[in-house]
């Protein structure tokens, strides 16, 4: 079985603490964020065999990009294979309510 690594962008960096600041901060709830977090980690991890299991995104052209979506709690992670240097590069993820299409235009594909 091939194994993967992972690489999450910047961007996806940023929105991950964006999200964390959101729960603990506004919503006031650091345990939630803490157990969001773990949880969108955990799952990112499981990426490093068979990550394409995951569907493809339905908005394109990001679909015809080779973009995958992957629920995650209340967040989409949007990542893509490259299969000639085995990774799994990680490039968004989105609250579930936001405008997917709109959000995935402002997608840095590093």
Same mark, same amino acid.
């Given at each position: 079985?091939?194994?993967? *690594? @992972? ?7 940023? !929105? ?17 964020? *803490?157990?969001?977090?773990?949880? @969108? ?7 490093? *065999?068979?990550?394409?299991?995951? *569907? ?11 973009? &995958?979506?992957? &629920? ?8 893509? @294979? ?6 799994? !590069? ?9 405008? !997917?299409?709109? !959000? ?7």
């Amino acid at each position: 079985m091939k194994t993967y *690594k @992972i690489k999450i962008t910047r961007q996806a960096r940023e !929105q991950l603490k964006a999200i964390r600041k959101y729960i603990s901060e506004i919503l006031m709830a650091p345990e939630a964020a *803490k157990n969001t977090m773990e949880s @969108i980690k955990r799952e990112i991890k499981t990426l490093d *065999k068979m990550p394409e299991r995951i *569907k493809l995104t339905d908005e394109e052209p990001w679909r015809s990009n080779g973009i &995958h979506q992957m &629920h995650v709690r209340n967040y989409y992670v949007y990542f893509f @294979i490259d299969e000639d240097n085995k990774r799994v !590069q990680v490039t968004a993820v989105i609250f579930v309510s936001r405008d !997917q299409a709109k !959000q995935l235009s402002l997608m840095k594909m590093e």
